[in-house]
């Protein structure tokens, strides 16, 4: 079956700590996003890339770094930079870039900081 | 610049009708709509593009005024399954989608 996996699902991290969490699409899909959600809020942009080996800063993308090394891969750092980090994090992907193509979501990870 | 959704909060019975609205203050090429169960990803429900075209649902339409640069989505004959917060998510001259606050629809028995 096609789809987004994010791993893992819950991480701890210690404040001071770099963490990257995983994104894979076997969708084919060109462009990749990274969003993140805090409680009772919407969707904020951190990164998004439209091809392999490119990618574009969103909304809030102090203290994240990400690569796009793979078509199918677009993993998101969230560094020690981060003063709030803790949140839930939703790696999307689409057919092209998202102005008129479908966004699909994966199930998130959820980033508490210790 | 976020688009903006109201209501922030509703609550229905089974068999009720809803509307949220969205709106935006930039010209927009598309507004996809999805609905999001506490913990899990958002699932598309509908997109609406500049121009008239509309994919999506059955049970579920939308409007899209591009003129008003706002959409509505339409929910008739509620089930307890539309339960969720529901997003708009506005295509503008950045390639990537701009998302609203959310709007927490409850459905009751």
């Known amino acids: 079956d096609g789809g987004i996996t994010q791993s893992p699902k819950y991480l701890f991290r210690k404040e001071g700590q770099n963490v990257t969490l995983s994104c894979e699409q076997n969708l084919n899909h060109d462009a990749m996003y990274w969003y993140r959600q805090d409680p009772g809020q919407g969707l904020r942009l951190i990164y998004y890339?439209?091809?392999?080996?490119?990618?574009q800063k969103g909304d809030i993308a102090e203290g994240y770094s990400v690569s796009r090394e793979k078509k199918e891969s677009f993993p998101l750092t969230v560094t020690s930079a981060q003063k709030n980090p803790t949140a839930f994090y939703l790696c999307a992907s689409s057919r092209t870039s998202g102005r008129i193509d479908t966004q699909y979501f994966g199930p998130g990870t959820r980033l508490t900081v210790l | 610049q976020q688009p903006v959704q109201s209501p922030q909060a509703v609550i229905l019975r089974e068999g009720e009708d809803a509307v949220i609205n969205c709106s935006s203050s930039?010209?927009?090429?598309?507004v996809h709509w999805y609905r999001q169960k506490h913990g899990e990803a958002p699932v598309f429900l509908m997109i609406?593009?500049?121009?008239?075209e509309q994919k999506g649902h059955e049970k579920i339409s939308a409007s899209f005024n591009e003129k008003k640069q706002q959409s509505s989505l339409y929910l008739t004959a509620s089930q307890l399954s539309y339960s969720g917060t529901y997003f708009c998510g506005t295509g503008t001259g950045r390639r990537a989608l701009t998302f609203g606050s959310g709007t927490r629809l409850q459905v009751q028995p």
């Open positions: 609406l593009l500049k121009g008239g």
């Open positions: 930039k010209a927009l090429y598309s």
């Open positions: 890339s439209q091809i392999v080996n490119d990618f």
